[in-house]
């Protein structure tokens, strides 16, 4: 579980890579979602749903990870990964209308659960690093939590997306936030690796016996 934890996330982010480098020319990154990959051809349809799930079972392992070494500081953290878990496994399984707009009930599902993926994962390393020292996963949960307005405000359903000019690059402020929630979650698993070794007793040293 501790591997997966990191493995899980590192594998999402290879494949990102992989739709971006081989299919580049079917999605604007820069005005173009994400969740478009899903919609587009059955090849990035496959490649994004399993991106999704693996990042999916990387917070459920981190969430694991986390209860191992101090159950009650991690509670919350740990149901918010939980809950971005579950958000990634229906925004694949709904996938999102071909259309700008929200037509269809699986579309409205699809963007109420990558909405709870996108805010809880912040939100998890905010209250994790909220009363010690920051760190890579503080840090990230703030960066991710700024982008993340500011990817909100340039969306086209923004009131002031027009005002800022958000239509022309919403689609690349979506995907630093999901790069650096990637990043997030590798930088929380990694949490719970140094919380395992501080908590792992030392072996004792074997004494020898003369006679």
């Not at 009930?105 to 920051?134: K, Y």
């Not at 800022?164 to 690059?169: A, D, K, V």
Request: with cysteine; hydrophobic share 55%.
């Amino acid at each position: 579980m501790i591997l997966l934890a990191t493995a899980g996330p590192a594998t999402a982010l290879l494949l990102m890579l992989a739709l971006h480098l081989f299919f580049f020319d079917l999605i604007d990154p820069m005005t173009g979602l994400l969740s478009d990959y899903a919609v587009t051809s059955t090849m990035t349809e496959t490649v994004f749903a399993l991106g999704m799930m693996a990042l999916a079972a990387g917070c459920v392992a981190t969430s694991w990870t986390l209860t191992r070494f101090d159950p009650s500081r991690t509670a919350a953290t740990r149901v918010l990964l939980i809950i971005a878990a579950a958000g990634l496994v229906l925004a694949t399984v709904f996938p999102t209308d071909v259309s700008t707009t929200v037509t269809s009930l699986s579309g409205e599902i699809h963007r109420w659960s990558t909405a709870a993926v996108f805010t809880s994962l912040p939100v998890a390393g905010w209250i994790l690093t909220r009363r010690g020292p920051l760190g890579a996963a503080g840090l990230l949960a703030r960066a991710s939590g700024v982008i993340l307005a500011c990817y909100l405000l340039s969306h086209p359903t923004s009131p002031v997306s027009a005002l800022i000019g958000g239509e022309t690059y919403f689609g690349l402020l979506e995907r630093i936030v999901v790069v650096l929630e990637i990043f997030l979650v590798i930088a929380l698993a990694n949490v719970g690796k140094v919380g395992l070794r501080a908590f792992t007793p030392a072996k004792q040293p074997e004494i020898a016996l003369n006679g």
